[in-house]
């Protein structure tokens, strides 16, 4: 677990490479949002006067961690020392207020939280935000946030486990990381032990904002959501000058012009302010109607004001994509006006309209992961009463074209193919590439041999092996996406007894021998069935489908053939 901060409140939000997949992924990128209720309500309440805070009181930072490393728990603690929630035994995933996230212990949607605490005799600002917990990308996270220079504070949670060994865990951080042993902070979030230590770090190691309360107003939207009676209410970080209520603001992303009804604080109850300023963090409600005028990134200014917009966050990039259809097509505008809310401020999601002649009018997404996209389906389910169809998940190949005729239609010699119905012709292509990720791989020694036989096998390219003590190492591996994005990381806890840990990151794109495999029903191809696969790995994987398909099918009077076939070579059969 690590605090990252920066004066720049870039919230370590996008300091995250968006690159989940299979189980074990996800992003602080993912802000999945927009929620039809908003949980607290900012009525009669005294307005704060947050003046009384300048910029060199202020600290912003985020925790990061892997999924289930106590995040949300640390959380909780940190807001009863400061006095935003008080103490009761009650106090467990606070900040996580989805259904979806209570049921599963993950946080889902990124929180943030405004807590007041006095060092030194000093009263300070601290905004917190509890990311999403963050799978299989732990140490390419490190990179980033070190690589932007911003501040990072390790912490060891857990230590009232029976079998911790903070110990080896610090050399090991040492080893890996090169940060200082004597700089862990060891905790127990659940017993509260440490835990004010972690805020006199960030008091002392995190830099103020660099910003200015005389410059223009300049604020950037880092998330949102829905209330069916006040609208959108977006969460906003200061960058320059201040804001309140009354004024004429207008957002850079859709030149649309609001007034400010109300501006405030979360603590992490929405707080009603007079004025927010430089290098706070708040909510502003300004009679935003539609869900798409509250776009994550966008920069917010006053009206006869103008400031070049803030540079917003890094695009995430999906890496696993599926269609998704109602399973009653008179369902259809419902789904749509779901997947818009819910889309509101979760821009690692992609929507393109898509149809399919079994299925009808749909759309094909594009998700950080397949955590990610069973999140997505099952808050479609809790909070819209939407049930859907989705196909099965496919990676993003590119194919390089060398037909004259093609390059003019696409306007380039490269596409990319998220839909196995738009595989092109072998003979209208000089070569496929597929996504490449390179995955680090910790585990004890005695499960080395079982692990290596599970990456050849998944068809990846062993680059490094390194033992990071006298009992564990840690192997560096090539891996193709597709190989990774829906059972490895399964496999692997497996084979190793829980004990093993893979972190990964995106390595670009290589040439591969890629085909499209169909499935035939009574000689007919069902287009959702199509896949793209390794030619190497087509026999076996058309063979499973056809016998899944084979005991799925109920039964008939007549014999139903169940195929697999590549061009009009047939390559598995059942019946």
Request: glycine share 6%; proline share 5%.
């Amino acid at each position: 677990m690590a605090l990252a901060g920066r004066a720049a409140l870039r919230w370590g939000a996008r300091l995250l490479s968006p690159c989940p997949a299979a189980g074990p992924l996800c992003r602080p990128g993912w802000l999945p949002a927009a929620r039809s209720e908003r949980p607290y309500s900012s009525r009669d309440k005294e307005k704060l006067d947050m003046s009384t805070y300048p910029v060199e009181s202020i600290r912003n930072f985020s925790i990061i961690a892997h999924v289930d490393h106590g995040k949300s728990t640390l959380a909780d603690r940190l807001l009863e020392i400061t006095g935003a929630i008080s103490k009761t035994d009650h106090n467990k995933q606070v900040l996580d207020k989805l259904q979806v996230e209570r049921e599963r212990g993950i946080t889902v949607k990124a929180q943030s939280a405004s807590l007041f605490y006095n060092h030194e005799g000093i009263n300070y600002l601290l905004n917190l935000i509890d990311t999403p917990g963050i799978q299989a990308q732990t140490v390419a996270n490190f990179y980033l946030a070190f690589e932007a220079q911003l501040s990072i504070i390790p912490v060891i949670n857990k230590i009232d486990l029976k079998n911790a060994d903070p110990e080896r865990v610090e050399k090991q951080i040492e080893k890996l990381f090169d940060i200082p042993r004597d700089e862990c902070i060891r905790i127990s979030a659940k017993q509260g032990t440490n835990v004010e230590k972690v805020l006199q770090n960030v008091i002392e190691k995190i830099p103020p904002p660099q910003c200015d309360t005389a410059d223009p107003l300049k604020a950037l939207v880092f998330d949102s959501t829905f209330d069916h009676y006040r609208g959108v209410i977006a969460n906003i970080a200061l960058f320059g000058g201040e804001i309140a209520k009354g004024q004429k603001i207008v957002s850079a992303h859709t030149k649309k012009r609001y007034e400010v009804n109300e501006v405030g604080i979360l603590t992490p109850n929405e707080q009603p302010t007079h004025r927010l300023y430089a290098g706070q963090v708040g909510y502003l409600i300004a009679g935003m109607k539609e869900v798409t005028e509250a776009q994550i990134g966008d920069t917010l200014f006053l009206y006869k004001q103008p400031v070049e917009p803030l540079p917003g966050f890094k695009s995430a990039k999906p890496m696993v994509f599926a269609g998704m259809y109602p399973i009653d097509q008179t369902e259809y505008n419902n789904l749509k006006s779901a997947l818009e809310r819910l889309t509101l401020n979760d821009s690692s999601v992609t929507v393109h309209r898509d149809s399919s002649l079994a299925l009808g009018a749909g759309w094909r997404l594009g998700f950080l992961g397949l955590l990610h996209m069973e999140v997505f389906n099952q808050r479609l389910e809790q909070e819209y009463n939407m049930s859907v169809i989705l196909t099965a998940p496919t990676v993003p190949y590119k194919a390089v074209l060398s037909s004259a005729k093609l390059i003019k239609e696409y306007g380039k010699d490269q596409i990319t193919i998220i839909n196995p119905a738009q595989f092109p012709d072998k003979l209208s292509v000089s070569e496929y590439l597929e996504p490449t990720v390179l995955g680090t791989i910790v585990t004890p020694h005695e499960y080395i041999g079982k692990i290596i036989t599970l990456c050849q096998d998944r068809r990846a390219v062993q680059k490094d092996m390194l033992y990071i003590d006298e009992n564990r190492v840690m192997l560096k591996y090539l891996f193709p996406l597709n190989e990774i994005v829906v059972d490895f990381y399964d496999a692997l806890k497996s084979l190793s007894s829980g004990y093993a840990s893979f972190d990964y990151e995106d390595a670009g794109y290589q040439s591969a021998d890629l085909i499209k495999m169909d499935i035939l029903v009574n000689g007919n191809p069902v287009e959702e069935l199509a896949t793209i696969i390794h030619r190497d790995k087509a026999y076996a994987a058309g063979k499973l489908l056809c016998e899944r398909l084979k005991e799925t099918i109920p039964r008939q009077l007549f014999e139903i053939a169940i195929q697999a076939a590549i061009g009009k070579k047939i390559i598995a059969r059942e019946t």
